[in-house]
């Protein structure tokens, strides 16, 4: 997905934001923030021609995000925040699971599973005026989900699917992400969770995986090797790259996955279930989902 004029300022805002909670002294927030705009400047000089490979929100995301990192000082700004959404989750990922193992049919699990799974990726703090749904009221929102898209098709590729890979995205979410791994492992399959090697906003990362306790559920857990907002395919370790290549069909959780593996997937050549919820008018113009929809949209 190529950048939006309203990427521009979301992005500012969401910096912004960061910069507020960790600077009280407003002179040096200024001088973070005037480094940010300098950095955005360069970055969006590619977007002169929109279809240069560089001009992704996703690209810039990481770069300016980058910037807050070394300007406080803080390798993970959202450390706190994201243990406590895993812990959080907990509670909610064991009713889920037990509500599930009483469904009877494969396909019924793996819908119900999708559904928490798209439910999670609704608790995000990296979109400007997005508000995430309460985490007490996850349960009912889960069993009561309408999914925008092609459902069918895609519980018909996941269960055809013998290797799946997993692109995870916010903490917490991670959580209820390991129900679609279970229901799958139960059925024989392989399915590997890839997250990031560092620090992303509130995405899980190797610094708080150990309490999203993704091991238990997915039959292998492998990091990026970077802190970039995607799996850029020129920064991941090759062990990232040949589960991708193994894999029968690759699920994309989150906004960011989807904006950069939209530029990528005609190199990728595999089918690709992008799961996430519009929370911004870029991203629900390109997918064609409804704002504030949760989709499944898939790209083969």
């Known amino acids: 997905m190529k950048l939006y004029a309203e990427c521009i300022t979301c992005q500012l805002q969401v910096r912004y934001r960061e910069i507020a909670m ?3 002294n407003e002179n040096e927030r200024i001088e ?6 300098e950095e955005l400047n360069k970055l969006t000089s590619f977007c002169i021609n929109r279809n240069d490979p560089r001009c992704v929100p996703t690209y810039i995301a990481t770069e300016l995000f ?18 406590d959404a895993h812990r959080k989750l907990m509670d909610v990922y064991r009713e889920a699971r037990e509500f599930i193992l009483r469904l009877g049919g494969f396909r019924d699990r793996i819908l119900m599973a999708l559904r928490f799974s798209l439910v999670g990726n609704m608790l995000d703090m990296g979109v400007v005026n997005y508000r995430p749904p309460e985490v007490d009221r996850l349960l009912k929102e889960a069993i009561e989900l309408q999914i925008y898209g092609d459902v069918s098709r895609a519980l018909e590729l996941i269960e055809k699917a013998e290797n799946v890979v997993m692109i995870l995205d916010n903490a917490g979410e991670a959580v209820l992400d ?7 492992r139960n059925k024989g399959k392989n399915v590997v969770a890839i997250i990031k090697g560092g620090a992303f906003q509130n995405d899980v990362s190797v610094n708080d995986v150990y309490y999203a306790e993704l091991e238990k559920s997915f039959s292998s857990v492998i990091d990026t090797g970077s802190d970039d907002s995607s799996i850029f395919l020129s920064d991941v370790k090759k062990e990232v790259v040949d589960a991708i290549w193994g894999a029968d069909v690759i699920i994309s959780k989150g906004m960011a996955n989807y904006e950069y593996l939209t530029e990528v997937e005609h190199l990728i050549e595999k ?15 390109n997918s064609g989902v409804p704002l504030g929809k949760p989709a499944v949209i898939i790209h083969t």
């Open 32 to 37: 973070v923030m005037r480094k940010i705009v």
């Open 271 to 285: 089918p690709i279930i992008y799961m996430f919820v519009a929370k911004c008018n870029p991203v629900s113009m």
């Open 178 to 184: 390991r129900l679609l791994a279970e229901v799958l």
């Open 66 to 83: 980058r910037i807050v990192k070394r300007s406080t000082g803080i390798t993970d700004p959202y450390i706190n925040s994201k243990i």
């Open 22 to 24: 960790m600077f009280s």
